[in-house]
């Protein structure tokens, strides 16, 4: 079984200011795991995910998450906030290999932009 | 690539009527898609997991004659709220398992890509 928990309901930023979004995971095998956002009254589009390879993971819109076997954490970050990032983000963790294809997604994190 | 639809996008309608929505593969095949709930300011909970050709998976708690599901082709998966009351209305999200090879588009191989929603509200 996998779970994932965001840190912070609610994050608020300045328009220029880093954004750091907590994702901390538990998982029995090795974790795929994804950042996705969500815009209002929209889907989710991804924004990154991590199956293997190079811990650090560049993403669309300046974003990038790093995974940290050690703390069981994928914070996403992005160096200068924008007002259009102001959305809801969601972490999700799915099973690596065959047959495991659910994500169990993390409660949210909303981010306001303050200008 | 890798874009997935849904329709309607809204739709509103009376207590006891049935609604299709309607989820489709863009640009790829999907032999998996899923369905999702979402409630106001609350993450997203599966609902059932769609099989091309099979009938669909159900998550515990989830009334599968309630919420009939779907996946007559690789590119199409149909949710259908039976009876629908004021208590089913929510944003529904579905998606779809992008697995790449030779009839995938251009997109991360063995992800899921999701629509845009459809907002269900009965009166």
């Known amino acids: 079984a996998q779970s994932v928990t965001q840190l912070g309901s609610h994050v608020s930023v300045s328009e220029g200011a880093l954004v750091l979004l907590r994702c901390n995971y538990s998982?029995?095998?090795?974790?795929?795991l994804f950042w996705y956002v969500q815009y209002p009254n929209q889907g989710l589009q991804l924004l990154l995910k991590?199956?293997?390879?190079?811990?650090l993971v560049k993403g669309i819109n300046g974003f990038e998450a790093e995974f940290k076997k050690s703390e069981t954490s994928f914070h996403l970050t992005k160096p200068s906030a924008h007002m259009s990032d102001a959305a809801e983000y969601f972490c999700?963790?799915?099973?690596?290999?065959?047959?495991?294809?659910?994500?169990?997604f993390g409660k949210g994190t909303k981010l306001s932009v303050i200008p | 690539g890798a874009v997935v639809s849904q329709h309607p996008s809204r739709v509103i309608c009376k207590s006891g009527t049935s609604v299709k929505i309607e989820c489709r593969s863009l640009d790829f095949q999907a032999t998996t898609m899923f369905w999702y709930r979402q409630f106001p300011k609350k993450s997203l909970m599966l609902m059932a997991t769609s099989n091309e050709g099979s009938k669909a998976t159900y998550e515990q708690g989830v009334e599968k004659d309630k919420f009939l599901i779907n996946h007559a082709s690789l590119t199409l998966s149909t949710l259908t709220v039976t009876s629908a009351h004021p208590e089913d209305s929510s944003f529904y999200i579905c998606?779809?398992?992008?697995?790449?090879?030779?009839?995938?588009?251009?997109?991360?191989?063995?992800?899921?890509?999701f629509g845009p929603g459809t907002r269900l509200t009965v009166l």
């Open positions: 999700a963790v799915r099973l690596s290999g065959a047959g495991s294809y659910q994500l169990t």
């Open positions: 998982s029995s095998v090795p974790p795929y």
């Open positions: 998606s779809a398992r992008f697995q790449g090879g030779a009839f995938g588009g251009p997109g991360f191989r063995d992800t899921q890509y």
């Open positions: 991590y199956t293997t390879g190079a811990t």
